[in-house]
């Protein structure tokens, strides 16, 4: 049972050798999920019923789908038609949309069975899981630290080995800092590569679904499922999607990997440089052409960041009322004591914060200097990249500058939360690909995790490379 | 009061023109009107978590033609912008609309206020975005019901530059506007429905200033006359303030209808910070040029220039050509008529007549009348060559209308062809003169009048076919030719 979770293949060899029913194996997927929550808390909810239900529905599928039968989890900000979509936050109590994300009716017919609810920072504003209204989860490589966030119920239900595979969410590093964190591999697409239709917005100019799994070739094989146009998304790209799977087992001979020196400074803890470092020896190795290079604007990533993101998000969550759906607060005589009683209780200290920044960033007087500003700085960090990708195929970078930290270490300073994000936020700033796969541990067995970024829609470089690394790589 | 030659009225409109695309703006939701609350709504315009909104290009279409009929140059990109507010009936709390770069800009419309010259009034802008849902408050339930019906159906929003100097100026400007707009055929520009809403801007100055005095919004007009009369009120109220020296504060303020005045509305939403920002969920595209331009071939003649061209190939007076070209498709139908008929002032008179009273007693608009062009060309040529007399002709066109039949039809099957034989009506002729003995002293006595009656009589004993100048001519005949 071991074995089967331990990559797809694995898992569809068990369950192809299985005699008993589907409807009957899920409820040992469900019970396998329940007992090791107990510990990381990765799942808010498991909706039993609905997945046994599922389960007895795929019974008779012929030919089978992709992922038939292969458990995979759903973070909390994606809509699963009739499940309970939260966002890990009392505002959304009670919430069950009614129609699925494009995504999940693509893992649906892939025949997965979708294991929703995994905990997640509230509405995905955070690094660490810590936020969320259901209580933290744990890192499964060590129970009193972060699992990473804002996909930390994912990431923590990937590597805890609860599930096979994820879905989550990355607006600024969350799907792949948490796979930093965790020691698994995530990809956070193209902006425009996979549908957000159905994604609970945080950032809508920087928001993109991605996988989390346990290998290079099972995100690639869960990437291809997920991406594609989608016309009810007006920013999803009508571009082919190409075999993923395809960019498995090659070489990188002769690929430039660019190193710029801007990711390697100050702030980054030492066994993280030195696993990195290592990661860069063994491309070298393995014939690739290490470059220098410099992405200058690269310092004022996070303050743009932590300007447009909250800005687009006090927007988004503008909607989040009392009036429609959700939580409405009880105490109040009319429409503006239900607004703000219903949002003072629904919503946590961390996304009142967000929503204050935003809106203030995006106010009469203050706009120019700080909304316009940081849309006009955020070219400029594009234009680094597009420069770069000149001359290499991908850049290569340590995905976080830290291995997990504490429960409770970074909640009392904001600022220090946001840094730790450093090495993420400019893919989502430039809408580049990036993926995040382990290459090592630090002296406390925390994985430290390697983040390479490629130009728009080259997923099958990142695959490419990545792969080559992970075949190679000591484990 | 001699106010008012002291001082300048400046009036600018902002006029909401809802479109009757067949869905919404930014989903495939029908926008119909009158049904039942919450019954075409989808996620996507109800502003779920997690939706997204998809441009609907026929509303680009429908805003192109109404900017280029209002002679506007048209943006070369086309950009969204989101508009942050709080109210139950926009459900995202934000309303997707155009800020900085509008569809549309610098155009004019040409208008003719009673009793003044022609003049030109400027569109600063028109812009596209998506309506708000209903309110529907009950204070006997303490709450207000929700109706998101309307939320997201297209709206073109129209702003004016303040060139207008009189409540009468603003009214024509209204009626001119929804002429061409109703041309396009892209709204039903109805206030009572509300696919027209009007907010005024007004402020006066004194004369020769050439600075604005302070403006005041003015909201709440339900008709065009309502913004007529609020504007004037409102004209009145503020040059009253400025003789008694006090100071008119900037303000919005609502037209009460039954009390006849402006009040103010005090309210937390007055000073609005929308903090308007390009609407990431919306790609800013290019306004292709060939689109333009096909669209700009495919115009109409539009109201002014069919006026002109009314007046110069049918001899038309000015006033009389308002009534045929007020509405597009009945300029059309008198078009079709007249080259048929080629009595241009006859089918006018027809149409004026006859066909707007049917009309009106049916509430149909022109084409619901079961009536084409041809028919009623028919009948009036039917009734220029005698074949029936006018009254008849009525008749049959009333009958025409009721049950679709053609003309010819209907007179031959009730035989209502015009007697004009002499012979046919001698007897009739002297049952009149018979029956009528005081009449006929009447008429010998020099009053014309009684004759008329006595035809009359004739008409009715023959149940109206009788040619009634043949009539005429044969009673006055036989009553001169007695004693």
């Given amino acids: ?475 | 009061m001699g106010h008012r030659d002291k001082y300048e009225t400046v009036i600018g409109l902002e006029v909401h023109v809802q479109l009757s695309t067949k869905t919404k703006a930014f989903c495939g939701c029908s926008t119909s009107f009158g049904d039942p609350p919450n019954t075409h709504v989808c996620p996507v315009c109800l502003g779920m978590p997690g939706v997204l909104p998809v441009f609907n290009r026929e509303f680009l279409v429908c805003a192109v033609k109404v900017s280029l009929a209002l002679g506007c140059d048209i943006q070369e990109k086309m950009k969204f912008d989101r508009k942050n507010y709080y109210y139950p009936d926009l459900p995202k709390n934000y309303q997707i609309s155009q800020f900085d770069m509008p569809l549309a800009f610098s155009g004019k419309i040409r208008i003719m206020p009673p009793g003044g010259d022609v003049k030109d009034i400027g569109i600063t802008r028109v812009h596209l975005e998506e309506d708000a849902g209903k309110l529907m408050h009950a204070p006997e339930d303490s709450c207000s019901y929700v109706d998101l019906n309307r939320t997201g159906t297209p709206l073109l929003e129209i702003v004016s530059e303040p060139d207008m100097r009189s409540p009468e100026e603003a009214y024509e400007y209204l009626v001119t506007l929804k002429r061409i707009v109703k041309y396009l055929d892209v709204s039903d520009c109805n206030m009572e429905e509300g696919s027209l809403r009007c907010d005024a801007n007004i402020s006066i100055r004194e004369k020769g200033d050439p600075g604005f005095g302070s403006k005041v919004e003015i909201k709440n007009m339900n008709s065009f006359k309502a913004v007529r009369e609020a504007l004037s009120h409102e004209q009145d109220r503020q040059m009253d303030l400025v003789d008694e020296g006090e100071k008119i504060p900037m303000e919005t303020r609502l037209w009460d209808e039954k009390k006849c005045i402006t009040a103010s509305m005090r309210s937390k939403e007055e000073s609005h910070d929308y903090r308007y920002f390009p609407e990431p969920d919306l790609v800013p595209f290019e306004v292709e040029k060939e689109l333009v331009e096909k669209i700009r071939a495919g115009l109409p003649e539009l109201p002014r220039a069919k006026k002109f061209r009314f007046e110069k190939e049918y001899g038309l007076e000015d006033g009389k050509i308002e009534n045929i070209i007020a509405e597009k498709d009945v300029a059309d139908f008198y078009e079709e008529t007249v080259k048929k008929v080629k009595n241009p002032q006859i089918c006018f008179n027809w149409i004026k007549g006859e066909v707007m009273m049917h009309m009106n007693e049916r509430g149909k608009a022109i084409n619901e009348l079961h009536l084409d062009p041809g028919d009623l060309a028919e009948i009036i040529i039917m009734s220029g060559k005698g074949v029936i007399s006018n009254l008849v002709a009525k008749d049959v066109l009333r009958e025409c209308i009721d049950t679709g039949e053609s003309p010819d039809s209907i007179v031959k099957k009730k035989g209502l062809e015009q007697v004009s034989d002499e012979g046919a009506l001698d007897g009739v002729i002297r049952e009149v003169i018979d029956n009528n003995r005081k009449s006929v002293d009447d008429f010998k006595n020099g009053k014309e009048n009684a004759l008329s009656f006595l035809v009359g009589q004739v008409m009715r004993l023959t149940g109206g076919k009788a040619n009634p100048k043949l009539a005429g001519e044969l009673l006055r005949k036989n009553l001169q030719g007695r004693e």
């Fill in chain 1, 1 to 475: 049972m071991e074995k089967a979770y331990t990559n797809i293949n694995d898992f569809r060899d068990w369950i192809n050798g299985q005699d008993r029913p589907l409807s009957e194996l899920s409820k040992i997927m469900i019970d396998r999920v329940k007992s090791i929550n107990d510990d990381i808390n990765s799942f808010i909810s498991v909706d039993e019923d609905l997945i046994s239900g599922c389960a007895a529905a795929l019974e008779k599928q012929d030919p089978r789908g992709a992922l038939w039968g292969v458990p995979v989890a759903v973070k909390d900000n994606i809509c699963i038609k009739g499940r309970l979509t939260t966002c890990a936050s009392h505002i959304l109590d009670g919430f069950r949309p009614p129609y699925n994300a494009t995504v999940i009716e693509k893992l649906d017919k892939a025949a997965a069975l979708l294991f929703g609810r995994a905990n997640m920072d509230e509405f995905a504003f955070g690094s660490s899981c810590e936020t969320s209204c259901y209580g933290p989860t744990r890192n499964p490589k060590d129970l009193s630290c972060i699992p990473g966030g804002s996909s930390g119920g994912s990431a923590a239900a990937v590597a805890g080995g609860q599930v096979l595979a994820a879905i989550g969410s990355d607006t600024g590093g969350s799907i792949r800092q948490p796979a930093s964190m965790c020691g698994i591999v995530s990809i956070k697409p193209t902006y425009g590569r996979v549908s957000r239709y159905g994604l609970i917005a945080f950032a809508s100019s920087l928001d993109q679904i991605g996988p989390l799994a346990r290998n290079v070739e099972d995100c690639a094989a869960l990437l291809e499922i997920i991406a594609g146009y989608d016309e009810k998304d007006s920013t999803s790209v009508d571009k082919e999607v190409p075999k993923y799977t395809e960019s498995l087992g090659k070489d990188v001979k002769g690929l430039t990997i660019g190193i710029p020196a801007e990711y390697f400074g100050e702030g980054m803890d030492k066994e993280v440089r030195s696993k990195v470092e290592d990661a860069v020896n063994l491309m070298k190795k393995l014939g690739a052409v290490i470059k220098n290079i410099s992405l200058p604007h690269t310092r004022y990533a996070v303050s743009c960041y932590y300007i447009i993101a909250p800005a687009e998000a006090s927007s988004n969550l503008a909607r989040y009322d009392g009036v429609h759906y959700g939580l409405r607060s009880e105490a109040c005589d009319d429409m503006v004591e239900m607004y703000t009683a219903t949002r003072n209780e629904g919503f946590g200290a961390e996304v009142k914060r967000r929503i204050l920044l935003g809106t203030y960033s995006l106010s009469s007087g203050y706009y120019d200097a700080y909304y316009l500003k940081a849309l006009k700085v955020r070219t400029r960090i594009s234009d680094d990249f597009k420069k770069a990708f000149e001359e290499c195929d991908c850049i290569l970078t340590p995905t976080s500058p830290s291995t997990a930290f504490e429960l409770g270490e970074k909640m009392d300073d904001p600022l220090k939360m946001y840094l730790s994000d450093i090495y993420t936020i400019p893919a989502n700033l430039a809408g580049i690909p990036a993926i995040s796969l382990p290459c090592g541990e630090d002296r406390k067995g925390l994985p430290v995790g390697l983040q390479l970024m490629a130009g728009p829609f080259a997923e099958d470089v990142l695959i490419r490379v990545a792969h080559a690394f992970e075949s190679n790589s000591v484990k």
